[in-house]
């Protein structure tokens, strides 16, 4: 309804102030072409995580202990797929195609979080996953339902609302396996050192090196820099591991009196790039079961437009 | 289930129309926007709101609406459009000074 275009400037004035007065952006208002274009990319890299992520566990689905855990796991699974979908359509919302994006991750060409390119190799995996990995998500999820972008930041409230199911049944998991046998114990402990140091690499790299944190800072996409949430995380995971029975495997991890958080020791920042570079354990896997995952539901597509071609016919 | 079908249903999921999803979370409040989805149609754009957004029990009633039936005001002129309530604030009822003492009112 428009017909004088405002200038830029102005209404560049008017996006600066919204997002200055804590007041969230929403679809069809003007935004800066950088801003629209670092939402999707980082929307559409969570999305992308979220349904990468249902592999690793839905591994362990046919071979979980009891009926209990079989559907705990199959629900869990199920909410990664819904947490994807919401995320999809929050960066349709910025005018991203959905098939585009499918094209992207099927491609290479956007990411997803790296520590899904790990294995699962035990059943207790599935219990470290969900008390660590679900845990860091949350850590960053949490500041993101106030971010400046309306629709991500609604996405991200219904997702932590529904995660924190998540990291509770694998903390139980976890503590289940502690106090159970000498090698159900161990096999906590082993995943527990397997999953800790990718776990804290989901936070990104240091504040120093990361490429777009400043800029989303700015724009109040992102609340807190990465170092300060991965220090958030060690502080909590401290007591609960402490509670579990389990060690964190840091011989560097400390109490440090003076600034009121726990040290901890360098992370391997070389076996971060080289995941994140697809030369990690699973990045192969994860990829072709994603593709073939597409190619084998592309009967059920057609199948439902068919459907809804015919339907259609019949009661124009 | 006879709400609006688009005149064609591609075959490509990312074509199919967008729906808009309103969930009644429990009787006797009204339905609120949860979010949207693509659908090939009414009854599927159903289906796959209740298993996307009512995972917890979170409804008693869901609504699909294409979205393209979604007339919105533009956020352009925002001010301008809704300038009419702006200037009116003996519409509430804290525009009125009424002495200490009095109730009921």
């Known amino acids: 309804m428009t017909t004088i275009a405002p200038d830029e400037t102005a209404l560049e004035a008017v996006f ?17 072409d950088a801003y629209r274009a670092s939402l999707v990319r980082q929307i559409a890299q969570h999305a992308h995580s979220e349904i990468i992520g249902m592999q690793p566990e839905a591994n362990w689905i046919t071979r979980a202990p009891s009926l209990r855990r079989k559907a705990i796991l199959m629900a869990k699974v199920q909410d990664e797929a819904g947490h994807g979908l919401y995320l999809y359509s929050a960066a349709e919302t910025l005018g991203a195609g959905r098939d585009e994006l499918l094209d992207m991750l099927h491609s290479g060409r956007q990411k997803y979080s790296s520590i899904f390119n790990y294995p699962t190799l035990t059943w207790a995996d599935a219990g470290a996953i969900g008390w660590l990995v679900d845990g860091a998500a949350i850590t960053n999820q949490v500041p993101l339902c106030r971010c400046s972008y309306g629709p991500y930041a609604r996405a991200m409230v219904r997702v932590c609302k529904e995660e924190s199911f998540h990291q509770r049944q694998g903390y139980e998991l976890l503590l289940t396996l502690s106090r159970g046998t000498e090698a159900q114990r161990a096999m906590a402990q082993d995943a527990v050192d397997r999953w800790w140091w990718p776990s804290l690499m989901m936070f990104g790299p240091p504040d120093d090196e990361s490429a777009h944190s400043a800029q989303s800072m700015a724009w109040k996409i992102k609340r807190h820099s990465n170092d300060e949430l991965r220090q958030r995380f060690v502080d909590i995971c401290v007591p609960q591991a402490e509670a579990l029975g389990l060690t964190l495997p840091d011989p560097d991890l400390a109490w440090n009196d003076e600034r009121g958080h726990w040290d901890f020791g360098p992370i391997d920042w070389a076996e971060f790039r080289e995941v994140l570079k697809g030369n990690g354990p699973c990045n192969e896997e994860r990829i072709s079961r994603r593709r073939q995952a597409h190619e084998d539901g592309a009967w059920v597509r057609e199948a439902a437009a068919a459907h809804a071609a015919k339907q259609g016919e019949a009661t124009r | ?50 298993d996307l957004y009512t995972r917890r029990s979170e409804g008693v009633s869901i609504w699909v609406v294409p979205s393209a039936q979604v007339t919105a005001s533009s956020p352009d002129e925002k001010d301008a459009f809704f300038e009419p309530s702006g200037d009116k604030p003996y519409r509430h009822p804290t525009f009125y000074e009424i002495p200490d003492g009095v109730q009921h009112l």
């Open chain 2, 1 to 50: 289930m006879t709400t609006a079908q688009p005149a064609e249903t591609p075959s490509r999921p990312a074509d199919w129309p967008l729906w808009e999803v309103f969930v009644r979370s429990r009787r006797g409040l009204s339905h609120t926007h949860a979010g949207s989805l693509h659908a090939p149609d009414a009854e599927m754009a159903l289906r796959n709101a209740r």
């Open chain 1, 16 to 32: 600066d102030a919204t997002v200055a007065a804590d007041e969230r952006i929403e679809p069809r208002d003007w935004m800066p």
